[in-house]
């Protein structure tokens, strides 16, 4: 149990839905990360937020939408998605922040189909 | 840019075997680097993680190492069983905190 959640863990659309994923840490962290790992390539980062701000975003198409409304829920609002976003998408919480983020404890993804 | 490589991509043991996984980093300025285990389908687990200022860490029949200078980690897994078989995934924090992922050695351990 790591204290990171993920709803839902599976979810099928297609690319003219708007769905929501929802991440919820209960390990009192400052911080929360959004992955996407595609088949056969290394986690990628798509955003961060520190204390509720959003500290980074990695070139992420503005399909993907986060949304952070307190510092433990973690939102990654998704509209006219494509088929390559179909992915395992992981959030991230850790404590601290720039060089003194602590470890980052994973929740258990949720496996998006575009179709 | 911070570029991890993980080799082998994939490894096929007898239980039982000591085994280890190679992790290789280009740029030696890092905070620290970790390595996560994941199963099929599912989210990643801390496994070890290793200071910028230590060489080693070991957790049970898993030990890690750190060269800096050279880019180079290793994960030792002693005495294998089959249910070590999941990906590995080495991971390099920068001073930013963000954590750049090599693509992960995926193992599988026979009976």
Not at chain 1, 23 to 30: I, K, M, P, S, V
Not at chain 2, 11 to 39: H, K, M
Request: hydrophobic share 30%; proline share 5%; with cysteine.
């Amino acid at each position: 149990e790591t204290g990171v959640t993920q709803t839902p863990r599976h979810l099928v659309m297609g690319m003219t839905n708007k769905k929501s994923l929802k991440c919820e840490q209960h390990l009192g962290h400052n911080a929360m990360y959004w992955y996407k790992q595609s088949a056969k390539k290394p986690l990628e980062l798509m955003f961060v937020y520190s204390l509720e701000e959003r500290v980074e975003n990695n070139s992420v198409p503005s399909r993907f939408s986060p949304e952070c409304p307190n510092s433990s829920h973690l939102f990654l609002h998704l509209h006219t998605l494509q088929p390559e976003d179909s992915a395992l998408y992981l959030c991230a919480s850790s404590q601290g922040v720039g060089g003194e983020v602590g470890e980052q404890f994973f929740g258990p993804g949720t496996r998006l189909t575009v179709l | 840019k911070q570029e991890v490589t993980q080799i082998p991509a994939a490894l096929s043991v007898p239980e039982g075997e000591n085994l280890v996984l190679n992790c290789s980093f280009t740029d030696s300025a890092i905070y620290n680097l970790q390595w996560f285990r994941q199963d099929p389908g599912k989210g990643l687990t801390s496994l070890l993680l290793i200071q910028s200022s230590q060489r080693e860490q070991t957790s049970g029949r898993l030990n890690a190492s750190l060269d800096k200078s050279s880019g180079r980690s290793t994960l030792y897994i002693a005495a294998s069983q089959p249910g070590d078989s999941a990906t590995y995934l080495c991971a390099v924090k920068r001073n930013t905190g963000k954590l750049i992922f090599g693509q992960g050695t995926t193992l599988q351990v026979k009976p």
